[in-house]
Antibody, heavy 126, light 107 residues
């Protein structure tokens, strides 16, 4: 069974840092792009970042302004999100998700999310 | 950035009825559109990808259509477990990947 389990969320003060982890199992982690998507309380979904299978390509939503870094460790089947200079507006449930698509010279089906983890709540407050 | 606008914001229907949810893109996304279902306290679940393809394990009562800027998610006969929030999402020429604001389907 494909499973994604996030951890590392919690309460942090404005300006602080937090590192989220996502443990993957049930599939060959190193074969898939992976992403983070967040959801502020009572709000919609916002794509945060995506990373290529080998970590050589990374993409972020512009609004983060370089505060977050996505990374992965294929030896540990794990995805990470380092969050710095946290603000109140970063308060959200953070989901990791697998991208089932692929990118070849002729086909690009990247940019979907399936499945998702259960999420981890990050609260930024003093 | 491609903006997705979903309508209606809330849809009130009864079990057995047909649901039609709309998603309009601010510019063409070709067929690069997906639909997700989210129930309270749960993670989203992929229903439809590439506008009209059902994801693995998704019942046949869910169908997607459209291309370009106008898309529709149809639930042919609502089951009690279908009442949830539905999001569309585009992956055309990303980044960024963007989502619609959601449609709440309620009894």
């Amino acid at each position: 069974e494909v499973q994604l389990v996030e951890s590392g969320g919690g309460l942090v003060q404005p300006g602080g840092s937090l590192r989220l982890s996502c443990a993957a199992s049930g599939f060959t982690f190193s074969s898939f792009w992976m992403s983070w998507v967040r959801q502020a309380p009572g709000k919609g979904l916002e794509w945060v970042a995506s990373i290529k299978q080998d970590g050589s390509d990374k993409y972020y939503v512009d609004s983060l302004m370089g505060r977050f870094t996505i990374s992965r460790d294929n030896a540990k089947d794990s995805l990470y999100l380092q969050m710095n200079s946290l603000r109140a507006e970063d308060t959200a449930v953070y989901y990791c998700a697998r991208d089932p698509g692929q990118k070849t010279p002729t086909v690009n089906t990247l940019g979907c999310f399936d499945p998702w983890g259960q999420g981890t709540l990050v609260t930024v407050s003093s | 950035e491609i903006v997705l606008t979903q309508s209606p914001a809330t849809l009130s229907l009864s079990p057995g009825e047909r649901a039609t949810l709309s998603c309009r893109a601010s510019q063409s996304v070709s067929s690069s559109l997906a639909w997700y279902q989210q129930k309270p306290g749960q993670a989203p679940r992929l229903l439809i990808y590439d506008a009209s393809n059902r994801a693995t394990g998704i019942p046949a009562r869910f169908s997607g259509s459209g291309s370009g800027t106008d898309f529709t998610l149809t639930i042919s006969s609502l089951e009690p477990q279908d009442f949830a929030v539905y999001y569309c999402q585009q992956r055309s020429n990303w980044p960024p990947i963007t989502f619609g604001q959601g449609t709440r389907l309620e009894i």
